[in-house]
T-cell receptor, first 111, second 113 residues
């Protein structure tokens, strides 16, 4: 799996959009970008994934640059419950591929 | 809908004692199953994964073993616990369709004293 680089921590005001960056400059053409988050003392939760097009679901939006070397996860209206560690992972989709978690970004939502 | 169960939620064990953590999945068949460990303040480390009954792949050499006696049951074991085995143990499952996102259980917090 390609490696990713994320800032160790970020703060965001409640109600504002939280933009979490991720660099994955060595991503391969068949690797997807996945985002998970882990709220304290819970298991990680899948958020979203994408290949090259921008994606949106009920939780977040994922913006992938045209060269696919970086991406941004956007939480449009952050709430206190969004405080968590966010992991950006790149991997080949399908089959039995395992996830390799880095240390992620610790996002703190400020009231 | 699919659910994943882990037990116990917390466990305190003395060094040298055995360990057995159980994970079961409901609502799906033939899932891929995974055991992860998260040491305090660290990221998640994949320990084992399984693509079918009796099929176990180990990611790192360690004091632990895993077994999959049934399709939706995954067990993590140790004959003799070490202090370094303390951590948060997470079981996850994934389907075998294309995008294969993983769904995690609630975890077991193990403290070895």
């Amino acid at each position: 799996d390609a490696k990713t680089t994320q800032p160790p921590s970020m703060d965001c005001a409640e109600g504002r959009a939280a933009n979490l960056p991720c660099n994955h400059s060595t991503i391969s053409g068949n690797e997807y970008v996945y985002w998970y988050r882990q709220i304290h003392s819970q298991g990680p939760q899948y958020i979203i994934h994408g290949l090259k097009n921008n994606e949106t679901n009920e939780m977040a939006s994922l913006i992938i640059t045209e060269d696919r070397k970086s991406s941004t996860l956007i939480l449009p209206h952050a709430t206190l419950r969004d405080t968590a560690v966010y992991y950006c992972i790149v991997r080949v989709a399908g089959g039995n591929e395992k996830l390799t978690f880095g240390t992620g970004t610790r996002l703190t939502i400020i009231p | 809908s699919q659910t994943i169960h882990q037990w116990p939620a917390t466990l305190v064990q003395p060094v040298g004692s055995p360990l057995s953590l159980e994970c079961t999945v409901e609502g799906t068949s033939n899932p891929n199953l995974y055991w992860y460990r998260q040491a305090a303040g660290r990221g998640l480390q994949l320990l084992f994964y399984s693509v079918g009954i009796g099929q176990i792949s180990s990611e790192v050499p360690q004091n632990l073993s895993a077994s999959r006696p049934q399709d939706r049951q995954f067990i993590l074991s140790s004959k003799k616990l070490l202090l370094s085995d303390s951590g948060f143990y997470l079981c996850a499952w994934a389907g075998t369709r294309t995008y294969n996102e993983q769904f995690f259980g609630p975890g077991t917090r193990l403290t070895v004293l």
